[in-house]
């Protein structure tokens, strides 16, 4: 359960805003808001969408500064919401939409802060996810870093070393490695995944939009993600799917307030893909669970390469948008001086030796005039 997901963190006082009220937009309004992202999916080169707790209260798991979050009603001193096991939880549209979007490749990545594993469930491919806070249905070796699928959540959170469990996977030799299993289940404060998050870096850095599903931001880095397609891109946009006012709303170039099912069933109509019902047959952890064999594994380590090769791309991204904000500057900076030396020669009357002998006191001083010109160029 989610609840006991949040008892087994370490206490943790920087929680954020909590329990904001929800806004909910009209049908009218929802439906067109979804024709004008249908069309930014379509023009974008690169799509990128960031999930967070509400994508998940369809499937019966509270979420944390919701109304009835459990960090909301923590504060309030009041027991926990009920919440489903995480077993019995199963994907919701949202999360087979995305598994749907990625397939026909009108989304490049998801990045998540959900540990529900829902989105493997739903069969988003590894490849297409970044599992920032970590996944309650996965193991890691603590050896050779490799992750592999549970068939049932883990009974701990923040990275506790199971001493009982061997890694079932080879060395390159073919011998068994000798590491131990250990939850992936991130506390606060724990180091994020580095190729997950190298991923989610460069991802965010190329993506031209970002979608923001069931997220109010206020978790860094995941929160900030978001904002790089704007920033990184001219024509880049930034949209919300929340109820909740989000700490990037003003840097939203749309705000979706409606129930993320809801807008994501009108999104898939819109953009002509079919989303199937949940299927246990691709559900990693159903297969796990279905394998009679206990040596058998299915591996769900990050891809390291692809990440390396995909920070590079990032990095030249990074290095242009750094030289033309470099070449903005200095061409202001050369206005600007420019305008100075302009300034200062307007003041110099072309003056008599007598005036220039007579009348030093009555000359107004030199730096009025580039000062309210430094103001205006600094407002
Ligand atoms: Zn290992």
Known sequence: MSCSYAEGLSPYDNKGKLGLPEQF??????????????????????????????????????????????WTLERQGRPPPPSLDWDSATPTFTHRALAVLTQAQRVQFVISQNIDGLHMRSSLSRRHLAELHGNMFVDQCTVCQRQFVRAQPAATVGQKVDASRSCPAPRPNGRRCRGKLADFVLDWEAELPEHDLDLSLAHSTLAHLSIVMGSTLQIIPAGNLPTYAPKFHSTGKLVIINLQPTKHDKKADLIIRGYVDEVMKLLMTELTLPVPDYQPTVDPVAMQLAVANPETFIEWTQDGPAAEKLTEMAQDVEKKFKLKRKAAKDSAQSMLGKMLKKAESDDKPIKTEEESLESKELKLPATSKPSALLNQATD
């Not at 937009?25 to 080169?45: C, G, H, N, T, Y």
């Open 25 to 70: 937009d009209q049908p009218d309004k929802i439906r067109a808001q979804v024709e004008i992202l249908a069309q930014w999916i379509r023009d974008s080169p690169h799509t990128v969408v960031h999930t967070g707790a509400g994508i998940s209260t369809a499937a019966g798991i509270p979420d944390f500064r919701g109304p009835q979050g459990v």
